[in-house]
């Protein structure tokens, strides 16, 4: 019997890609293309929950969608879509939102996150998107979600709103289990307590799209020293650095780099010089396929409506039976 299982994940449309999406969640993607039956949308809905550039939306709808195929996502395995292309998603969020207590969606560290950062724009969208999270998944009946660690609580939250349903309307929905990446939470290059994000600036990430100047230049300027540590622990910099070299170099070049760290000998230059080639030596194909896709955008246009023709039956056929249960039809 084939263990194939449905498998969701979503990625908002922010512009540029950084290698904390690639690491944490989008090299799995592309892994369990052939283990799976894997839906990939571009969640356009809840990235309008902050404040976003409208005029240009489209393009960079667009330009995530490149960025996605570029990596290797591929139309004749997956499903790549628009989330709002496909209106039962926001259908089914109004049905979870019945079932959810306003308390549960309180206590998401996401929204309390973002309402600090966002404190003139705190939506109901916002406080509701782990709602809309939950809906994408289960919508297409989705058990797998490869992501990284950051979303694990609303993956929980969704857990709980499938066993209310469950319990309420009887078994439907299968219990989520996330699937997390051994670099599940990369940090920011200048304020590495922090994971990285394009929130905190240009400086502060390596987006997959960045030529070979500026990785270099944000590598050589990455936080290293943060006075002595705990218990002879690497400082939060220097370990996310090995984080990355661990991702992106041979195993031989990190021996190297971590002997000389325990033998008092590593010069941080040596390191980030190091690191920013690998970087440089791992998107560059990426970034050769970026420019290929960028010359053919009615292609990928054209691969974006049929995800969406694909995902949409499904969603009608599922939302049927969703209403069906809760006694709406
Ligand atoms: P988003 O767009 O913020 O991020 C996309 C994916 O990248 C991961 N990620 C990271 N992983 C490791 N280190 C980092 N610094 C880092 N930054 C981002 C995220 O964990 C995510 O997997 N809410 C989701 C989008 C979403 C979704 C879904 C995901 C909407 N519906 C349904 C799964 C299933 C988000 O904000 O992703």
């Not at 969608?65 to 591929?74: E, K, Q, R």
């Not at 797998?144 to 309420?168: M, S, Y």
Request: with cysteine.
């Amino acid at each position: 019997m084939s263990d194939k299982k449905i498998l969701f994940s979503g990625i908002q449309p922010t512009g540029e890609l950084h290698i904390g999406n690639y690491l944490g969640a989008l090299r799995n993607w592309v892994e369990l293309q052939d283990k799976h039956d894997c839906f990939y949308s571009i969640v356009d809905l809840h990235a309008i929950t902050i404040d976003y550039d409208q005029e240009n939306y489209q393009e960079q709808i667009l330009n995530t969608a490149i960025d996605l195929l570029a990596l290797g996502i591929d139309p004749k395995k997956s499903t790549l879509f628009v989330q709002s292309r496909v209106p039962e998603h926001t259908e089914l969020t109004w049905l979870f939102n019945t079932l959810i207590p306003m308390a549960e969606l309180q206590r998401m560290t996401q929204f309390k996150d973002k309402s600090r950062q966002n404190f003139n724009n705190i939506n109901m969208g916002l406080f509701d998107y782990p709602v809309l999270q939950a809906a994408d998944i289960l919508l297409y009946k989705g058990e797998l979600v490869p992501v990284g660690e950051d979303q694990l609580q609303h993956l929980e939250l969704a857990n709980t709103i499938l066993r209310k349903f469950n319990n309420k309307f009887g078994e439907y929905f299968q219990k989520i289990e996330p699937i997390i990446s051994k670099s599940a939470r990369v940090m920011s290059l200048q304020e590495p307590n922090n994971k990285m994000s394009k929130s905190l600036g240009t400086t502060n990430y390596i987006a997959l799209r960045d030529d070979e100047d500026t990785i270099r230049k944000k590598i050589m300027s990455a936080k290293t020293d943060a006075g002595p540590q705990k218990d002879g622990h690497m400082s939060p910099g220097v370990d996310n650095l090995f984080t990355l070299l661990e991702n992106f170099a041979d195993e031989k070049i990190v021996k190297k780099f971590n002997l000389d760290y325990h033998n008092g000998n590593l010069k941080y230059s040596e390191l980030k010089a190091e690191l920013a080639q690998t970087i440089i030596n791992t998107l560059k194909p990426i970034q050769d396929n970026i420019v290929k896709l960028e010359k053919d955008k009615d292609k990928v246009k054209k691969i974006l409506e049929k995800g969406a023709q694909k995902a949409k039956k499904i969603a009608e056929n599922n939302i049927l039976e969703i209403k069906e249960k809760m006694g709406l039809i």
